[in-house]
């Protein structure tokens, strides 16, 4: 098994050190545990004017690949094509991944060829008790609607932006990426259109701790109408809610 993690990153030489970081110390932890397995980490460096490249580069057996257009899901299509594993995992630059979350793709994958893709909540780092555990509701109220509702229309499904993974063959069955879509409905998109293809595990075993920082920006009732309403209409109408959306990330080198 190879597995690719392709991340994309628009100025985000404040956080992207400690993404990586992370990153390389649970594959280390995974091959101390006698875990066979072979990785590549590539960063699609999304028309960043700060120091990005340079801060990812810095991090060992990291592979940069410089995306000028911008847009999240254009960086993410231009790392996948970059990358060779088997497996894909997309993370955001601002993530950290927690202890045990790599053992987890493993074990998911290894476990049950049918399964093409995995994905799992953001626990936001960075953000109040109560707007952690408010979003906590949204979750678990939304895993309860996708649920009932997935039984009926087969077609819709939970899929976190920032913390999935996905079977390269399946990947490229649908096309990759939309890189029409700009920023909101883009994961859910990529999620309704992998599940024609086969089984999706939503788990909340498989966290990610990511920043919060579009919430704190947006306020949480405005961030929350956002997703749900780019949820609906990219589940049932295949078009986003909206194509407008604010930078949190800035140039902290300027």
């Keep these: 098994m190879k597995i690719s993690f392709v ?24 091959r101390k545990l006698g875990t066979v397995f072979n990785t590549e980490i590539i960063v699609a460096n999304n028309a960043s004017t700060d120091t990005t490249r340079e801060r990812a580069l810095s991090v060992p057996h990291v592979r940069v690949v410089d995306e000028p ?9 231009t790392g996948f094509e970059a990358s ?36 799992g909540p953001h626990i936001y780092y960075d953000t109040s008790l109560l707007t952690r555990t408010i979003v906590k509701v949204w979750y678990i109220v939304g895993y309860i609607f ?5 039984l009926v229309l087969k077609k819709n499904c939970m899929f976190q932006g920032g913390n999935y993974v996905v079977r ?26 992998l599940l ?7 788990t909340f075993a498989f966290p ?26 990219v589940t049932f109408w295949r078009k986003p809610f909206t194509q407008e959306y604010n930078d949190v990330r800035i140039n902290l080198d300027a």
């Design 146 to 150: 996708t649920t009932l509702t997935s």
């Design 69 to 77: 257009r911008k847009g999240a899901n254009i960086a993410r299509q």
């Design 168 to 193: 390269r063959e399946a990947l490229l069955k649908i096309g990759g990426h939309d890189m029409s879509i700009q920023f909101y409905g883009d994961d859910v998109d990529t999620g309704v259109r």
């Design 84 to 119: 060779t594993g088997s497996i894909v995992a997309s993370i955001d630059a601002d993530t950290r991944v927690p202890e045990g979350w790599l053992s987890t793709i493993i074990r998911e994958f290894t476990a049950d060829p049918s399964l093409i893709a995995l994905t």
């Design 196 to 202: 024609a293809l086969g089984k999706i595990k939503w």
């Design 7 to 30: 991340i994309p990153a628009y100025n985000e030489s404040a956080e992207i050190v400690a993404c990586l970081d992370s990153l390389v110390k649970e594959i280390a932890r995974c």
């Design 208 to 233: 990610i701790y990511a920043s919060g920082r579009r919430i704190e920006k947006n306020g949480i009732l405005k961030t929350g109408y956002i997703y749900a309403g780019s949820y609906i209409s």
